[in-house]
């Protein structure tokens, strides 16, 4: 059974800086790309960064987050990361971690495997 946790959310002001953390219960988290969407009020899930399988050196983001927002992952901790520098309001959303296996992809349709989201909140 595969189980994703989401931890790290929370309010923060504009130009503050959040760390998200998902936690993976999964066969062998290596094998799996791993990727974080978010969703605002009224709008679609969108893709906002992901990184590869395996080693992971291949990461890629959304225009709207690139220069602030870096993606990473701990294969001994079966964790993914999402470092979220330069906060703006806009970047208020639920974010959801996803989990595949093979290739990292942007479509929210490839993934098998989420999280129940946190609410990450940025004031303006």
């Known amino acids: 059974q595969v189980k994703l946790v989401e931890s790290g959310g929370g309010l923060v002001q504009t130009g503050g800086s959040l760390r998200l953390s998902c936690a993976a219960s999964?066969?062998?988290?290596?094998?799996?790309?791993m990727a974080w969407f978010r969703q605002a009020p009224g709008k679609e899930r969108e893709f906002v960064a992901g990184?590869?399988?395996?080693?992971?050196?291949?990461?890629e983001y959304a225009d709207s987050v690139k220069g602030r927002f870096t993606i990473s992952r701990d294969n001994a901790k079966n964790t993914v990361y999402l470092q979220m520098n330069s906060l703006k309001p806009e970047d208020t959303a639920v974010y959801f971690c996803?989990?595949?296996?093979?290739?990292?992809?942007?479509?929210?349709?490839?993934?098998?495997?989420w999280g129940q989201g946190t609410q990450v909140t940025v004031s303006s």
């Open positions: 990184i590869n399988n395996w080693t992971g050196r291949t990461t």
């Open positions: 999964i066969g062998t988290f290596s094998l799996y790309a």
């Open positions: 996803a989990a595949r296996i093979g290739p990292m992809t942007v479509s929210r349709n490839d993934y098998d495997y």
